[in-house]
């Protein structure tokens, strides 16, 4: 455990044969809920996702419906891709790997399982409440304000467990992944208050970049870390390879963690803010280089004589995918910052392109990875096919490869248009149906990689069960 994450040469998608006598005393009952919720989210606001990327092929679709309005809709889709499938899902996997990186039981297994009812209750109060058109009407900070004191609520929940977990571990030295997690926990909390409290005391340019500070760091500083921390973990186990270098691991933690914070002004760039606060977000973007180029070297180096296993192994195929989109997303960033390329494409197409390559072509890639890998050993069975988690894969990579670059060739060709006086918005908006209709479509795939995401989890879960029930 000490230095590099032992590995053991476990099947690459569980099973009972798998579970080693460490695995045994773990309960697990939190990580079940988390995961399982999550699952199920994915599938329902992936219809969501579809129905706004119709919406904007065929503007009239729905739209004497106030509840289906596209306004009422990306709100909804937004907190529940963020809050109901990624952060959850980051939760359960969280669940699962600390006690195993500290050699102990979960702290409270009650505990975490009321924290997943409280979960559940903060996205179903969600599901109803933004499409009735309750909403603080704050970019990723659209729940009422209750709900968003729910949120703060389980987190200090989930946060006391974990650490609580890790202050009774027996491993003295700790694992890469759980100074990751730790600083995902301390970080949301600080980024969650910014931007869904401190922003309603304040006014005009400063509550403008108190909101793009939270936006950003929503994802640098609550996504990037727990989604680190899954990599540094399930690829080294999924590939049964140690990690290259735990030094070279501190220095991407530390990196990010005194970068990351300083960049959210980028987003406006050109806009009323002073000179030297954008230079200075200019600056710390370029900087995020250093921990990005640190981690993705580490991940590569781990898999140095390894790359043979991607043809059979899909979660080692979604964990060094993600390693690829997270590297691209995060070269995007520092030079999106840049004045000269920000004249371009803010505000356009391309935004939303590369917001999706880090939420789901990274980040969620690494969920997806971390679920097929854990739901085996925590049901003690086998997954119920692998042919069909390998096209769960194809589904995601082709549909997600279609939305991202339609995107952001389609954003800098609208970038390009509304710097030409000559042209009518109107008719920038009308160029764009092409680029639209492809994503409508590559969004289709994504939601077929959903799909059977969801199929494959929850018949491995059946599967379990009839077992058990067989077996008694």
């Known amino acids: 455990m000490p230095g590099q994450l032992q590995v053991s040469a476990a099947r690459p998608y569980g099973g009972a044969g798998s579970v080693s006598p460490v ?31 119709a919406k904007f092929v065929w503007p009239q679709l729905l739209g004497t419906v106030s509840l289906l309005t596209y306004g009422r809709l990306r709100p909804l889709h937004v907190n529940g891709m963020l809050f109901g499938w ?17 050699g102990v039981k979960l702290w409270s297994e009650k505990l975490g399982v009321a924290t997943g009812i409280l979960w559940n209750v903060i996205i179903l109060s969600a599901v109803v409440a933004l499409p009735m058109g309750f909403n603080k009407g704050w970019e990723y900070a659209e729940l009422p304000t209750p709900i968003s004191i729910l949120v703060v609520v389980a987190w200090v929940m989930f946060g006391i467990n974990i650490f609580a977990t890790i202050a009774s571990r027996k491993y003295e030295q700790m694992y890469v992944s759980l ?21 309603l005391v304040t006014t005009g340019v400063n509550q403008a970049n108190l909101n793009w500070m939270y936006i950003h760091n929503a994802v640098g500083l609550i996504f990037t870390p727990v989604g680190l921390a899954l990599a ?18 501190m220095v991407g933690f530390w990196s990010l963690a005194f970068v990351y914070v300083w960049t959210g002004a980028h987003h406006m760039l050109h806009g009323p803010i002073s000179q030297w606060l954008q230079t200075i977000a200019i600056t710390f973007s370029l900087m995020l280089l250093i921990p990005v180029w640190t981690v993705v070297y580490n991940f590569f180096a781990t898999m140095k004589g390894q790359w043979y296993q991607l043809s059979e192994n899909v979660p080692l195929k979604f964990l060094m995918s993600g390693v690829v989109f997270y590297l691209l997303t995060c070269f995007q960033g520092p030079m999106h910052s840049l004045r000269s390329v920000n004249a371009i494409v803010s505000k356009t197409d391309w935004i939303p392109g590369h917001a999706h390559m880090a939420v789901l ?30 096209w769960s894969f194809w589904f995601f990579m082709i549909g997600g490869l279609g939305f991202f670059v339609t995107l952001w060739l389609g954003g800098f060709w609208q970038g390009w248009q509304w710097n030409n006086p000559a ?41 379990a069960g009839s077992k058990t029930s067989a077996n008694a």
């Open 86 to 102: 990624l952060l959850a899902a980051d939760m359960g996997l969280v669940y699962y790997i600390v006690p195993r990186l500290c």
């Open 423 to 463: 042209i009518p918005f109107i008719d920038t908006v009308k160029a764009l149906k092409p680029v639209w209709t492809v994503r409508f479509f590559s969004g289709i795939l994504m939601f077929l990689g959903i799909t059977t995401f969801l199929y494959n989890i929850w018949a491995t879960v059946l599967d």
């Open 361 to 390: 072509g990274a980040f969620s890639f690494f969920a997806i990875a971390g679920t097929f890998y854990t739901i085996p050993r925590l049901f003690r069975t086998e997954l119920h096919s692998a042919a069909l988690a390998n």
């Open 179 to 199: 100074w990751y997690i730790m600083g995902t926990i301390l970080w949301t909390a600080f980024v969650y208050l910014t931007g869904n409290f401190a922003v």
């Open 232 to 249: 540094y973990y399930f690829i080294p186990r999924a590939s049964t390879t140690p990690l290259y270098s735990h030094k070279l691991s």
């Open 23 to 53: 695995e045994s005393i773990h309960e697990d009952t939190t990580a079940k809920w988390f995961l399982l919720s999550a699952v199920s989210y994915f599938f329902i606001v992936g219809i969501i996702a579809l129905t706004i990327a």
